[in-house]
């Protein structure tokens, strides 16, 4: 019974999602601003573990987003519920035009929000059951008016009616660090005596070839400046457990 209700409410979701659209979108995509950083910053001292990351290069992507910051839930017995902290960076601008009265809103959108739809409780054989189902594709738009309303991932339709409360999105700036797909990596491996060890790494998306892992090691006698291809470190402490150091050049 429970798996009945379910196709249901399923179907009359599809049925509001796909139904034909009121309005026509003009639409121009943002993209965020990535660029390529140094971890960690040059000409800063550092301090690592043994078995630790000593220098990396990693993407760092910045630009505008929405964020909720309050819970958002509409409905009593049976509800969508929106959870704060989610945040998306803004897609894209665009202009919706009404396709009978030709009304124009000017919006910017941000796509991938999730929400949770919950049933009322339904009387079945064995006592009363509630239906869930979530939409991990919701979007948020931003209109000329200063409202946030919801718009349709699926088709390019747009609810003027369903406005957010005020105090439960925000327009904020968004950055997100993360690894670049090709990565080099310099990891201390401890000291012996003088000489200090290291291993490099390649590793194109999350695998590590074993072609390029190579074990290095430097004489501390002959200099304290490291270098291996564009790297160089200065290092100024060892230990066979710990290393502090300047990063000079990055890969």
């Known amino acids: 019974m429970k798996t009945f209700l379910i196709i249901l409410i399923t179907l009359f979701l599809t049925s509001c999602v796909t139904s034909q659209?009121?309005?026509s979108l003009q639409k121009y995509p943002i993209n965020p601003d990535s660029e390529l950083l140094d971890f960690p910053e040059l000409d800063t001292t550092t301090e690592r573990n043994l078995g630790d990351t000593l220098v990396v290069k990693?993407?760092?992507?910045?630009?505008?987003?929405?964020?909720?910051?309050?819970?958002?839930?509409?409905?009593?017995s049976s509800y969508i519920k929106y959870t704060a902290n989610q945040e998306q960076f803004v897609s894209y601008r665009g202009v919706y035009t009404h396709k009978k009265n030709g009304t124009m809103l000017s919006v910017e959108c941000a796509q991938g929000f999730r929400y949770a739809y919950h049933s009322a409780p339904f009387s079945v054989y064995k006592g009363n059951e509630v239906a869930s189902l979530s939409d991990n594709?919701?979007?948020i738009c931003l209109s000329d008016t200063g409202q946030f309303i919801q718009a349709s991932s699926m088709t390019e339709n747009i609810f003027p009616?369903?406005?957010?409360?005020?105090d439960s999105i925000e327009k904020t700036t968004k950055t997100v660090r993360s690894e670049?797909?090709?990565?080099?990596?310099?990891?201390?491996n401890g000291r012996l005596g003088d000489g200090l060890?290291?291993?490099?790494?390649?590793?194109?998306?999350?695998?590590?070839?074993p072609a390029f892992t190579q074990d290095i090691q430097?004489?501390?006698?002959?200099?304290?400046?490291?270098g291996f291809k564009n790297v160089k470190l200065e290092v100024i402490s060892a230990t066979n457990t710990l290393i502090k150091y300047k990063v000079?050049?990055?890969f």
Do not use: C, H
């Open 248 to 250: 000079i050049s990055n």
């Open 180 to 188: 670049a797909s090709f990565k080099q990596e310099l990891i201390y």
């Open 197 to 209: 060890k290291f291993i490099y790494r390649e590793f194109s998306g999350d695998m590590a070839r």
């Open 137 to 139: 594709n919701v979007t």
């Open 218 to 226: 430097y004489d501390l006698n002959t200099s304290n400046i490291i």
């Open 161 to 166: 009616t369903k406005i957010f409360p005020a």
């Open 21 to 23: 659209p009121q309005w």
């Open 58 to 76: 990693g993407i760092q992507t910045r630009g505008i987003a929405f964020k909720v910051i309050n819970e958002v839930k509409y409905g009593d």
